[in-house]
């Protein structure tokens, strides 16, 4: 493959030389699915999937419901653009599970649901089971610290179909690639996932471990065997949002639910994703955290060799807390390894001076998600990965805290937020 392929930065397609999320594709398909969340399709849609949410959630959520329908924002938008992005015949990258922003000149809502990692660049190619595509990419100066490919069966993007891993992705020597997706075995093809009965998107996932460097790969996608389809109208795009809409419902209740099929205040031993609709190359461990005010979650847990980790902090409803301007998750470029080489953290309302605090936003109760992903394959001699916690008072936490924790001030804590947040904006540079 030649970078040209894919080098939409001299044919006007990327419309920032640092951001390749900032694409005609993107602008043009956020600015569809604005006009389909105002459309009647969709806003009774909304009021059903609400009515549903409320149903099972209104009583239990307590001050939670004060962020519901911001909640329920993301969530329409978000199958908005599925929706606009939804014709295998015509297919576009998409990227989409991000916080609301300001880019390309207008306020673009936000599209969190379902456990979103802060970590990720979350992107969507529309796939007809029986086509056959070529996704060009490149590598983007700084690289990125992990990246998969799974051909999901569902609108909520949980049921994966095949799989195929940065770890074996072939580069040309400018860093560019290409992947196949058809309908022939993997086995022996270069940098190919096979297409399969019932595939619905491509579901890319960019880990960044380092936001002020890394950046996700530039995408394009053409399909081979077919040329576009009819057109579909807004207003079958709108149809399609509501059914996504209402339909998935159901799923993510009961992800939040199994949240409270195990001990309160516990992260459970790590398991393997897959299962249960997480990627299939990753371990995750899972906890339901309740603190009062005067109270702190120790965490410690080792890396496994995994080529990326990362820990955050949910509210009820499954969305990532504030991240770009809260310490509400760490990844492995961010956090700060013990003396030992283990890592432990502090879950606590108030910063407790330890380098991998965990900010919980003043929520009373949480969702926290640990994930080891790239992990090295069995028999490479790594050990498998590990997690303990405990639930303290404040006041016992240095009494309590391993060995070799690291400590920071006040004046490094601004300046860390300073750049946190400074390098969270470089997810919407627009040229």
Request: aromatic share 10%.
């Amino acid at each position: 493959m030649t970078s040209s392929k894919v080098d939409g930065f001299k044919d006007g397609f990327f419309l920032s030389e640092t951001n390749p999320c900032a694409n005609v594709d993107q602008r043009d398909i956020e600015d569809v699915a604005m006009r389909l969340i105002r459309r009647p399709e969709v806003e009774r849609a909304r009021a059903h999937a609400s009515l549903l949410w409320r149903s099972v959630a209104e009583y239990t959520a307590g001050p939670q419901m004060s962020r519901f329908e911001e909640m329920m924002d993301d969530y329409t938008f978000n199958y908005a653009l599925k929706a606009a992005n939804g014709d295998p015949t015509r297919p576009r990258v998409l990227r989409s599970y991000v916080p609301a922003a300001n880019w390309f000149g207008r306020e673009v809502p936000g599209s969190r649901w379902g456990g979103d990692n802060p970590d990720n660049a979350y992107r969507l190619i529309p796939i007809a089971a029986e086509g056959r595509y070529e996704v060009h990419g490149r590598r983007m100066p700084g690289g990125i610290a992990n990246v998969t490919y799974a051909l999901v069966a569902n609108s909520a993007t949980s049921v994966t179909l095949s799989l195929f891993e940065d770890r074996d992705l072939k580069l040309e020597s400018d860093g560019s690639f290409l992947i196949t997706v058809d309908d022939r075995p993997a086995g022996g093809l270069v940098n190919h996932i096979q297409n399969k009965p019932g595939a619905l998107f491509l579901f890319i996932r960019d880990a960044m471990g380092d936001w002020q460097k890394e950046t996700p790969n530039a995408l394009r996608v053409r399909r081979l065997d077919t040329g576009p389809g009819p057109a579909a109208s807004e207003a079958d795009m709108a149809e399609l949002a509501a059914k996504y809409m209402v339909a998935d419902v159901y799923l993510l209740y009961w992800f939040t639910r199994l949240n409270y099929n195990m001990p309160i205040n516990v992260m459970r031993e790590p398991r393997g994703s897959g299962a249960v609709g997480g990627l299939r190359s990753q371990m995750g461990s899972q906890g339901t955290i309740r603190l009062a005010d005067d109270e702190a979650m120790i965490i410690t847990s080792t890396s496994g060799g995994a080529a990326y980790r990362g820990i955050v902090l949910h509210d009820i409803w499954y969305r990532a807390i504030e991240y770009w301007r809260r310490q509400s998750s760490l990844n492995t470029g961010q956090m700060v390894p013990d003396a030992d080489g283990r890592y432990t953290f502090v879950v606590a309302h108030t910063d407790p001076g330890i380098a991998n605090w965990l900010d919980t936003g003043g929520l009373g109760e949480i969702f926290a998600l640990h994930r080891w992903q790239g992990l090295p394959p069995e028999g490479s001699g790594h050990a498998a990965p590990t997690i303990r916690s405990e639930v303290i008072k404040l006041k016992d936490l240095e009494s309590r805290l391993p060995p070799g924790v690291q400590r920071i001030g006040a004046a490094e804590r601004r300046q860390i937020l300073e750049q946190r947040l400074a390098a969270y904006q470089r997810r919407f540079a627009d040229r």
